[in-house]
């Protein structure tokens, strides 16, 4: 696979987890997801992570890329996220994540975001605080 190949994996992973999905097209079996506070948690954790704030969301969260570097195997996105919550706050956080492809898919992705005020929001939302 090409580094544009891995580019465009990488923002079609962005778009799906957004819709609270883990597209298995674009990972690998044994993908592992670093998250701040967690470290490495593996697919099924990520799972559970990605549902438990669906869960505090009244419908998609909105991820916006802003900026993109990729090189080699590893594919850098910056985004800023946007969802309505159940408690009627607004959810928009800042990210970078960063993704290590093997054979074209996905083999581990790191992301970076404002974790307190992720801590913050989503407790006064109800969870994942």
């Known amino acids: 696979m090409t580094v544009e190949d891995n580019k465009l994996t990488a923002l079609r992973m962005i778009e799906q987890i957004g819709k609270g999905i883990l597209d298995e097209s674009l990972i690998t079996s044994d993908i ?4 701040p506070g967690m470290g490495i948690v593996p697919k099924q954790k990520f799972l559970e992570i ?7 969301t009244k419908g998609d969260c909105q991820m916006t890329v802003k900026g993109i570097t990729a090189e080699d195997d590893r594919v850098a996105i910056e985004a800023e996220s946007y969802a309505d919550l159940i408690n009627g706050e607004t959810y928009q956080n800042t990210y970078h994540f960063l993704f290590l492809f093997e054979n074209g898919k996905i083999k581990m992705a790191k992301e970076y975001n404002d974790s307190r005020y992720a801590a913050e929001v989503l407790a006064a939302a109800g969870g994942l605080g």
């Open 50 to 56: 990605m549902s438990a704030f669906g869960s505090l």
């Open 32 to 35: 592992c997801w670093w998250v």
